[in-house]
């Protein structure tokens, strides 16, 4: 076996009850490189990353691991061997501190008394914390920090073991540009050290800016390797979905009807103040800004998330008084919120379970629950959303983050609302699943429905909307119709950079244009 490679994998296949998660694969990373591995939701790459770390078992196959053959039969071996993972989902011990996090069940003890140095705990993560160049005190609680970071946390207890193979599963979904650029500064410091990393994302812009080499992974099997200077972006997306995307919005011309949703004078203390604005049938309205300019807490106040202080709000021009999420429910709002996992899907319950959740009463008459009607609908929705999962009673935490997308919008589909609130609803999923989740929102507003989409993507919100609004510190900055928005302009209006009297004259220029 070559020197070359910290990880060579060999014929890897794994089968679960119903799916081969992954056939006969292959998977090479170079000492001292950036491996990207890339594919659709589904593809087998969280799998393959479990076998690597000791959490599953192959059914066939070797692994060859710094020139010696590896049997993993959990993570402590892993570890022990020197492979370890930042997780895409975040789990710390809350109460404890980020010393006793990062080191837990490796703390510094007084010699055999077994009970643990403190002081000498804190001291070690504040020399870890201070090369890695993060700024966070070792002695404050996982449970005050930032999701941010925490994930900083999360890296750093990953590189605090030292070890030769360093797998990073979406390790900027949570953190800042500014964090960013700090990571990718470690991960090359951590190549210089010779160690190799495995890094996935859905994030093409970074996959350029950090990665050596690209595998591509596509149900379940290996579709090739390239240097990533040599395989380009079109030829990335190729590979990974097996079909071409010239355009991943193919926006259909919809016809809008009467406002189906306005909202008058809004304000929720320390979130937002002074939004107007409506949505028509047909329409799909986007929100842009920047993170915690107010986008989300809007949408959650309007559906009874949050507490209003001041404002009005009308569905089909009557005002209506939403106090809770069921009250939204009743008024034919729906809402796909941000986090699936925390605020949508409940992880345990089958698909079937989690699809039916607000809409149950429709399969309920003299207290009997019409099982047929129920399996008939959700088996439909399957079939509709090309849901990949072996059947409806499969645990919806077994399936992809694109299905369990799906499974979300399922639920509100068999709801059936006239208003659908979107929040960053491609987050997490890949591009072939953007794309079919693109059609299903054009679908949507072809029904006549209307939409209002809050996203971090850029593409999307320009891609999706017929007109967007831009939040900056709680107030709608900028109104935008799809015609003039760009990239450069919504970001002038998230930044503060527009002023207040120059919106005016450009509407009133506008305006004049018209007459």
């Known amino acids: 076996m070559s020197n070359e490679y910290i990880l060579q994998m060999e014929n890897i296949t794994k089968e679960f009850p119903g799916v081969k998660a992954l056939d006969n ?36 196959g070797k692994i060859i691991f710094d020139g010696e053959e590896l049997v993993l039969t959990n993570i402590n071996d892993a570890l022990d061997k020197g492979i370890s ?12 501190t980020v010393a006793e996090n990062i080191y837990l069940g490796r703390e510094p003890t007084y010699g055999k008394s077994g009970l643990v140095n403190n002081k000498k705990l804190v001291q070690m993560t504040k020399d870890l914390l201070k090369s890695l160049e993060i700024n966070i005190d070792p002695t404050m609680k996982m449970v005050d920090l930032s999701i941010a970071n925490t994930q900083m946390v999360e ?10 193979l360093v797998i990073m599963d979406e390790p900027t979904s949570a953190i800042t540009e500014k964090e960013v650029a700090q990571l990718f500064k470690m991960i090359r410091s951590l190549k210089k050290k010779g160690v190799g990393i495995i890094y996935i994302t859905h994030k093409m812009s970074e996959l350029y800016e950090i990665a050596d080499d690209i595998s591509v992974f596509r149900d379940g099997t290996y579709v090739g390797s390239e240097t990533a200077q040599n395989l380009k972006n079109d030829d990335l997306i190729r590979m990974m979905v097996g079909r071409e995307l010239n355009q991943i919005f193919n926006k259909p011309t919809i016809e809008t009807g009467e406002v189906a949703l306005s909202v008058k004078n809004l304000a929720s203390d320390k979130y937002f103040k002074d939004v107007n604005f409506q949505v028509r049938k047909g329409e ?16 959650e106040a309007i559906f009874g998330l949050k507490d209003l202080d001041e404002g009005e709000v009308y569905i089909h021009g009557e005002n209506v008084n939403i106090k809770t999420p069921q009250d939204a429910v009743k008024n034919n709002l729906g809402f796909l919120t941000e ?20 809409n149950i009463d429709s399969y309920l008459s003299k207290g009997l629950l019409n099982e047929k009607k129920m399996i008939d609908e959700c088996k439909q929705q399957k079939r509709n959303l ?32 006239d208003i659908l609130f979107l929040d960053e609803p491609t987050r997490g999923i890949d591009v072939g699943a953007k794309s079919e989740f693109y059609n299903l929102i054009f679908e949507l507003a072809k029904e006549g429905k209307a939409v209002i989409v809050v996203s971090s993507e850029m593409a999307e919100i320009l891609g999706l909307c017929d007109r967007i609004m831009v939040m900056h510190e709680g107030k709608i900055s900028g109104e935008l119709s799809r015609e003039e928005a760009t990239q450069e302009r919504i970001m002038q209006y998230a930044t503060g950079q527009v002023k207040e009297e120059e919106r005016s004259e450009e509407k009133t220029l506008e305006t004049a244009t018209v007459r």
Request: hydrophobic share 45%; glycine share 10%.
């Open 25 to 60: 694969v292959e998977f090479k990373v170079r000492k001292g490189t950036v491996h990207a591995l890339m594919g659709e939701n589904g593809a087998g790459k969280s799998t393959l990353m479990k076998i690597i770390i000791g959490m599953y078992t192959p059914d066939k």
């Open 85 to 96: 993972m930042i997780h895409q989902e975040l789990s710390p011990v809350p109460e404890m």
């Open 155 to 164: 890296i750093a207890k990953a590189i605090s073991f030292n070890s030769k």
């Open 284 to 299: 799909i309205l986007g929100f842009a800004g920047l993170m915690g300019s107010g986008r989300t807490e809007i949408l």
């Open 339 to 358: 986090d699936r996992k925390l605020s949508g899907l409940f992880l345990p319950l089958s698909v079937k379970e989690n699809m039916i959740t607000v």
């Open 386 to 417: 090309l849901i990949k999962t072996p059947n409806i009673d499969e645990v919806v935490g077994n399936l992809s983050g694109g299905n369990q997308q799906k499974v979300l919008l399922a639920r509100w589909l068999l709801k059936n609302p």
